[in-house]
C-alpha cells in the first residue's frame, strides 16, 4: 500500500525534487514491504520452539540476534513478525478510508436525516478512547486477528468520515457543484466525479497517517495480550513475551520496539509530505 | 530635505519579479494615491515599505524619511526601528487587523507605549489612549471595548488611532474602506484625509477605486501587472487620462460610465420583437400576445426569520435582456438562484414557457436555463480539464463530443484549451469555458449572476460584449444579475430594481437609471455618483 | 448553546452505559459461569447467583437497577480481587492520577515553549529538530518508548528503578520519573503539534502584521499571538486526553505499576466484568467532563464566544 502509493500519488514531473529524509523513509518501507511479502518464504518455521537453544544472547553462532526464552531465533521471529504488525495496521487504514468515503460523502451530501444519523454515530464512537475500547471489545469478547482489524476500521472511522464530510461540505457549497446540479446530472455523478477527486488529497493523505496509528493501536493491543494470539510472530507481541528477558537478551525487546518506531515513523513523515504536496498542487493531477 | 521618497528597484516574488521599478515622492501633508486593481502589486508595494513582505517575497531599493535611508532589505531588527515612529500602516479589513480577544484600549496602549520605550504608568495611559480616541471621533469608552463589539466603521477608527499613535511621518492605507459599507467609506477617508493635513504627515492611500480618492488625494499613481502606466495630479489623471487602462477604469466609474453613455450609446439594431425597449412598464405577459419566456409572480423566500424574497414579480421574454440591480443583501441574486431552481422558493409562483415549474431543481431540465456565477475561479472544477468539463455539459444536451472546439469558438477560446486544466487559464479565460459549458445544452435561458463583476475592467468589457453577441447570435434570453449600474446599463434592455426582497422599480434602462422615479432608485443613482465623485452631484 | 452541549453530552453517556450494561449480556459463555467466577458451581450457589443479580427480571429492569447501583455508587464485586469494585478502584486512583498529573505537567512545561519558538522560527533549526522529535513522539508506541528507556535508564545507566510503585510519597515520584517521562512523550509532541500549528496561523494573521508595523516589539507580539492561540489549543485538549487514556495503561503495564490501567488490563484477560464495566464508564465519564470543560474554557478565553453564550 505505502510503497504503490508513492509513485501514483507524486507524479514524475518533480521525482528529483524528493527530500533525502522522504527517500529514507521509502527504503525503509520497502526493506518492510520486502520482509511482508518473503518473510514466509524465508523463515517458514520462525515460531517452531527449540528449548534446547533457548536464551542466547545476540552474536551467538547461527543466531545472529539471539533466542528468546522458547529458543526461538530473534532474526527469524522479527522479518516474519513483519506481516501480522504491518498487514493489519494498512488494512485497517483502507478499510476506515473506504468506509470514511462512502457515509462522509452521503452526510455531506445529502444532508438531512441521513447526515444527523452519520454525525451522531460518529459522536458516540469518538466519545471512546480507541485503544480503551479495543482493549475491552476485544479483550472481553476474545476473536481473533482479523476480528481486531473489523474493530479497528469500526473504531477508526470517524475520524474518516468527519474528515471527508467535512471536505464534501466545503466543496458542495462551491459554484461548480451547483454547475453540475444546472445541467441535472444524477447524484452519484456529482459526488463521485466532481466532489471525490477534489477530496481525494484529504482522504489519502489521511489514510497515510492512519496507517501510522494503526500500526501503533495494533502493537499496542498485542503488546498488551489482545488481538494477537500468543505464540504468533507478532512484533508487539515480541514485546510483551521478551519483556523478562530484556535483561538477558537485549536484542529480543530492543530491535522490534526500533522497528516499531521506525517503520510508525517513515509513515507518518511520508503522510505528512504526500499531504503537503497535493495540497500544494491541488489535488491528484 | 523633507518628506518622503521611495525608490524601490523590484520586488521579486517565489515565481518571479512581481513588481517593477517604482519611485515616488510625496511631501509633508500630501497624501499620494496608488490605484491598481487586485494582482497589480499595489498591497505588495505597502507591504515592501514597512519591511512585511510574505516570506520568499524581496524587495530592493531605498525608502528616504526626512533623508534619512532605510533600505527596502534591511534585516527585521533595522526595520522595527523604522515601523512606528517613521511609518505606519493601515490594513484593509478591521474585522482581521485587531486582536480580538483584546479590548481596543490597550492595543492602543501598545504603539504608545513602544513609542516611549518603557512601560507607562495606568493613569497617563488611560489619558492618552482617550486623546487618540477622541482624535478618531470615539468616546473615550471605546476603550474598554472588544472590537467584535463595534461597527465595521468604528473598528476601523480604532485601527486609524492605534496606527498613528506612533506620529509616524507616512501612514500607508492598504485599502482601508474596501470592507466597509458606503456610508461608512466616505466618513474614514474623509477622516484620513483631515488628520493628514492636520498633522502634517505623508499619507499613501492604496485602492482600486479610482472614483473614491478624487478630492481626497493630491496626486495619483496607477498601476498594472506590477508596472506604473500613469502618474499626475488626482484631477488631472481623472478628467485627462494618458493611458488605455487608465480610461478603461474610468469607464467601469458609474457615474461617469452613466454620463457618458447618455451622449454616445452604441447603436443597436432595432429589434421590435423585444418587448422590453419598447414597453417599459408592464411589459410583462403578452401585450403583443407573446407568452414570456419565463414570468415569476409573487416569489417569496424566507431564511430562517429573515425574508430575502417578498412578492417578487419579474418576467423575461424571448430574447430579452432583463437586468436587475441591488446592493448586496437585497434579494436579487436569491431570486436568481429560485428561478434556476437551486434554491426553493417558499411561495409564489415560476413558469417557464407557459409551464409551472415545481420549486428546487428536479422540475426543470437543462435544455430550460443555465447559470453563470460570479467566481470564474470555483465555478469550475479543478480536477477536469476544460474538454471533460464541456464534453460533460454536451452530453447533457444530447450534442456529440465532437462540438468542444465550435464551443470554444463561440466565446473567443482557442481549440488547444480543451486540454488544459481550469488553473492554467487567467479570470477572464475561465468565465469564458463558464459560459461555453452554459450554452452546451442550449438553454433558452441565461442566468448572469454578477457573472463579470470579479473581473478586470478590461476582461469586464470583453465578457460584456461576448454576451451581448451570443445573445444577437443565439436570440437567448438573458437575466442579468449586478450591483454595478454601469454594467447593467451596457448589457440590459430592461432594468428591474429590488430593494429589500422587493420590486420598487421597472423600466427601460433609459427611464430607471436616467430619469429615476423611485426614491430608493434616486438614492441608489446619487450614491453611486457620490461614491465617485466625493461630493452629491444630484440634488 | 452550552445547554445543547450537556444535553449531547449526557446523551452519549446514557448510550454508552447501556453498551456498558450490555456487555455482561453480549459476552460470550455463560452469564453465570462468568459471574460465580473460580467459586464451584453448585446448584445453591447459580440460585444465589441469579438471586443476586436478579437475573429473571427483564433486562430494562435489570438495567435500571445496575444504573441506580452505578449512581449510588455500588460498582459490584470484583470476582477476581473479591472487594467492591468502588474499593479497588479508590485503591489505585492516587497512583495513576499522580502519574496522569506528572506526565501532563512535564508534556506542557517542554511542549509550549517548543511550539512556540517553532512557529517564530519556522524552518529554523530548532524548528526541525523540534519537528522530527514530534513525528516520533507521535509514532511511537508508548511501550515502546518505555521499553527503551527502561533499557536505558535502567539498567544501562541503572539511575531509575525498574518496576513497581514505590513505598511513602517521594519513593512514589522517583518511581514515577520513567513512566511519566514515557508518557509525556506522546503527549508531549501533541502540544508540540498543535502549538506549533495554532502559533504559526495567529503569527501570520493581520493584527500581527498590523501590531508589527506599528512598531510594537517582538515579545509583546508575540504574546499577543499565544493569547489568541490558546483558543484552538485548549479546545484541542480532547485529543490529549484520548491519547492520555490508552497511553496511561500501557505506560503502566511497561512499568508494572498498580494503577488504573494495570486495574483494566488484569480485569480483561480475567474477564472480571463488574471491573471493566466501572472503569469504561469512569472513562467515558471523565472524558465527557473534560471536554465540557474544555468548551468552558473556550467560553473564558474568547470574548466573541462569551456574548453569544451569554445571549443564549
Known amino acids: ?285 | 530635505m523633507t518628506g518622503i521618497d521611495v525608490a524601490i528597484d523590484g520586488i521579486d516574488g517565489p515565481t518571479g519579479p512581481m513588481v517593477a521599478a517604482v519611485a515616488f515622492g510625496i511631501e509633508p501633508g500630501a497624501s499620494l494615491a496608488l490605484i491598481g486593481e487586485s494582482g497589480s502589486g499595489k498591497t505588495l508595494t505597502a507591504k515592501s515599505l514597512v519591511g512585511l513582505l510574505p516570506n520568499g517575497f524581496v524587495a530592493r531599493g531605498v525608502l528616504r524619511v526626512d533623508g534619512r535611508a532605510h533600505p527596502l532589505d534591511a534585516t527585521d531588527a533595522s526595520w522595527r526601528r523604522v515601523r512606528g515612529r517613521e511609518v505606519s500602516l493601515l490594513l484593509q479589513d478591521p474585522f482581521t487587523s485587531l486582536s480580538p480577544v483584546h479590548r481596543c484600549g490597550p492595543q492602543i496602549a501598545w504603539t504608545l507605549e513602544a513609542q516611549a520605550g518603557r512601560r507607562l504608568p495606568k493613569r497617563e495611559l488611560d489619558l492618552a489612549v482617550a486623546k487618540r480616541l477622541a482624535e478618531v471621533n470615539l468616546p473615550a469608552r471605546v476603550a474598554r471595548a472588544y472590537p467584535h463589539e463595534l461597527s465595521g466603521g468604528m473598528r476601523q477608527r480604532v485601527a486609524i488611532a492605534a496606527a498613528l499613535a506612533s506620529d509616524p511621518r507616512l501612514l500607508i492605507a492598504d485599502e482601508p474602506t474596501t470592507a466597509l459599507d458606503a456610508s461608512n467609506q466616505a466618513e474614514i477617508l474623509d477622516l484620513l484625509r483631515a488628520l493628514q493635513i492636520e498633522r502634517g504627515m505623508a499619507m499613501l492611500l492604496i485602492s482600486h477605486d479610482l472614483g473614491l480618492v478624487r478630492g481626497r488625494t493630491d496626486d495619483v499613481l496607477v498601476m498594472r501587472h506590477g508596472e506604473v502606466v500613469e502618474r499626475g495630479a488626482t484631477a488631472t489623471v481623472l478628467s485627462s487620462p494618458e493611458h488605455a487602462y487608465t480610461r478603461a477604469l474610468i469607464a467601469a466609474d458609474p457615474v461617469l460610465a452613466i454620463e457618458a453613455d447618455r451622449h454616445d450609446r452604441p447603436d443597436r439594431p432595432d429589434r421590435p420583437d423585444r418587448p422590453g425597449d419598447a414597453l417599459g412598464h408592464g411589459a410583462d405577459i403578452g401585450v403583443s400576445g407573446r407568452i414570456p419566456l419565463i414570468s415569476a409572480t409573487g416569489v417569496v423566500k424566507r431564511f430562517g426569520l429573515r425574508t430575502v424574497l417578498d412578492g417578487v414579480d419579474l418576467s423575461i421574454a424571448p430574447g430579452q435582456v432583463v437586468g436587475v440591480v441591488g446592493e448586496s443583501g437585497s434579494g436579487k441574486s436569491t431570486l436568481a438562484r429560485c428561478i434556476a431552481g437551486l434554491e426553493r422558493e417558499d411561495g409564489g409562483s415560476i413558469v417557464f414557457d407557459g409551464r409551472p415549474l415545481a420549486p428546487g431543481r428536479r422540475s426543470r431540465t437543462p435544455e430550460q436555463m443555465q447559470i453563470v456565477f460570479q467566481d470564474p475561479y470555483s465555478s469550475l472544477n479543478p480536477m477536469m480539464t476544460i474538454g471533460a468539463i464541456l464534453r460533460e455539459a454536451l452530453a447533457v444536451g444530447g450534442r456529440r463530443p465532437e462540438e468542444v472546439p465550435a464551443l470554444l469558438e463561440l466565446v473567443g477560446l482557442p481549440a488547444d484549451a480543451a486540454a488544459k486544466r481550469p488553473a492554467q487559464l487567467s479570470g477572464g479565460q475561465r468565465q469564458r469555458v463558464a459560459i461555453a459549458r452554459a450554452l452546451a445544452p442550449r438553454p433558452r435561458l441565461l442566468i448572469c449572476d454578477e457573472s463579470v463583476s470579479a473581473l478586470d475592467v478590461q476582461v469586464q468589457a470583453q465578457i460584456l460584449d461576448l454576451l451581448g453577441r451570443l445573445r444577437d447570435e443565439l436570440d437567448i434570453a438573458i437575466l442579468f444579475i449586478s450591483h454595478d449600474l454601469a454594467v447593467v446599463r451596457r448589457i440590459a434592455d430592461t432594468v428591474t430594481v429590488v430593494w429589500q426582497g422587493r420590486v420598487v422599480e421597472h423600466g427601460t434602462c433609459a427611464q430607471v437609471l436616467d430619469e429615476p422615479s423611485e426614491d430608493y432608485t434616486k438614492l441608489l443613482v446619487a450614491a453611486a455618483r457620490r461614491d465617485s465623485t466625493g461630493r452629491t452631484t444630484v440634488a | 448553546m452550552l445547554a445543547v452541549r450537556v444535553l449531547g453530552t449526557a446523551a452519549i453517556l446514557f448510550v454508552l452505559s447501556i453498551i456498558v450494561f450490555s456487555m455482561l449480556h453480549l459476552a460470550p459463555g455463560d452469564l453465570v459461569k462468568t459471574l460465580l467466577g473460580t467459586r464451584p458451581a453448585s446448584p445453591e450457589a447459580v440460585a444465589a447467583i441469579r438471586e443476586q443479580y436478579h437475573l429473571d427480571d427483564p433486562l430494562p429492569v435489570q438495567y435500571l437497577r445496575w444504573l441506580g447501583g452505578v449512581l449510588s455508587g455500588d460498582l459490584g464485586e470484583s470476582i477476581r480481587l473479591q472487594t467492591s469494585v468502588s474499593d479497588a478502584i479508590a485503591a489505585r486512583l492516587g497512583l495513576t492520577l499522580a502519574l496522569c498529573g506528572l506526565a501532563f505537567a512535564i508534556a506542557l512545561a517542554v511542549g509550549v515553549p517548543l511550539g512556540v519558538q517553532s512557529a517564530v522560527r519556522a524552518g529554523g533549526v530548532l524548528d526541525r529538530a523540534g519537528t522530527t522529535l514530534g513525528v516520533i513522539g507521535l509514532s511511537a508506541p508508548t511501550f515502546a518508548v518505555g521499553l527503551l528507556l527502561l533499557y536505558v535508564f535502567a539498567y544501562y545507566l541503572p539511575i531509575f528503578p525498574v518496576y513497581g510503585g514505590g513505598r511513602g510519597p517521594l519513593d512514589t515520584l522517583y518511581h514515577l520519573v520513567l513512566p511519566a517521562v514515557t508518557l509525556a512523550a506522546g503527549l508531549g509532541a501533541i502540544v508540540l503539534k498543535l502549538t506549533r500549528t495554532a502559533m504559526l496561523r495567529e503569527l501570520d494573521a493581520d493584527y500581527v502584521t498590523s501590531a508589527r508595523a506599528r512598531g510594537i516589539p517582538e515579545s509583546r507580539t508575540r504574546r499577543l499571538a499565544l493569547r489568541n492561540a490558546a483558543i484552538p489549543i485548549v479546545t484541542g485538549a480532547s485529543l490529549l486526553l484520548t491519547f492520555l487514556v490508552g497511553g496511561t495503561v500501557l505506560a503502566e503495564t511497561t512499568y508494572a505499576l498498580p494503577g488504573l490501567g494495570t486495574l483494566l488490563q488484569d480485569s480483561v484477560l480475567f474477564k472480571d466484568l463488574a471491573v471493566v464495566q466501572a472503569l469504561t464508564l469512569l472513562v467515558a465519564l471523565v472524558i465527557a467532563m473534560i471536554a465540557l470543560l474544555a468548551d468552558l474554557a473556550y467560553l473564558m478565553l474568547d470574548p466573541r464566544v462569551r456574548a453569544q453564550g451569554g445571549a443564549a
Open chain 1, 1 to 285: 500500500m505505502t510503497a504503490a502509493l508513492g509513485p501514483v500519488g507524486v507524479g514524475f514531473r518533480s521525482r528529483r525534487r524528493i527530500p533525502v529524509t522522504i527517500v529514507v523513509c521509502l527504503a525503509v518501507l520497502a526493506v518492510a514491504l520486502l520482509a511482508v511479502l518473503l518473510g514466509p518464504l524465508l523463515f517458514p518455521d520462525a515460531t517452531e520452539q527449540d528449548i534446547l537453544s533457548s536464551l542466547m544472547p545476540a552474536g551467538s553462532p547461527g543466531h545472529p540476534l539471539g533466542t528468546d526464552e522458547l529458543g526461538r531465533d530473534i532474526l527469524a521471529l522479527t522479518v516474519a513478525g513483519a506481516a501480522s504488525a504491518l498487514v493489519g495496521p494498512v488494512c485497517v487504514a483502507v478499510g476506515s478510508m473506504l468506509l470514511g468515503i462512502l457515509l462522509g460523502t452521503l452526510a455531506g451530501y445529502e444532508r438531512g436525516p441521513l447526515d444527523f444519523a452519520i454525525s451522531r454515530w460518529t459522536d458516540l464512537l469518538l466519545a471512546l478512547p480507541v485503544l480503551l475500547a479495543a482493549i475491552v471489545v476485544s479483550g472481553v469478547f476474545g476473536g481473533g486477528y482479523w476480528t481486531t482489524v473489523a474493530l479497528l476500521i469500526l473504531l477508526f472511522s470517524p475520524s474518516d468520515i468527519r474528515i471527508v464530510r467535512a471536505g464534501v461540505l466545503e466543496q458542495a457549497a462551491r459554484p461548480y457543484i451547483e454547475a453540475a446540479q444546472m445541467l441535472s446530472l444524477s447524484r452519484w455523478r456529482v459526488m463521485f466525479r466532481h466532489i471525490l477527486p477534489n477530496v481525494s488529497s484529504l482522504v489519502i493523505t489521511n489514510a497515510m497517517l492512519n496507517v501510522a496509528f494503526a500500526l501503533v493501536a495494533f502493537s499496542s493491543l498485542s503488546f498488551l495480550g489482545v488481538g494477537v494470539p500468543p505464540g504468533t510472530a507478532d512484533w508487539g507481541r515480541q514485546l510483551t513475551d521478551n519483556r523478562a528477558i530484556m535483561f538477558d537478551n537485549p536484542a529480543a525487546v530492543i530491535v522490534p520496539a526500533v522497528l516499531i518506531i521506525a517503520v510508525a515513523c517513515c509513515v507518518n513523515l511520508v503522510g505528512d509530505w504526500l499531504g503537503q504536496r497535493l495540497t500544494r498542487s491541488g489535488g491528484l493531477a
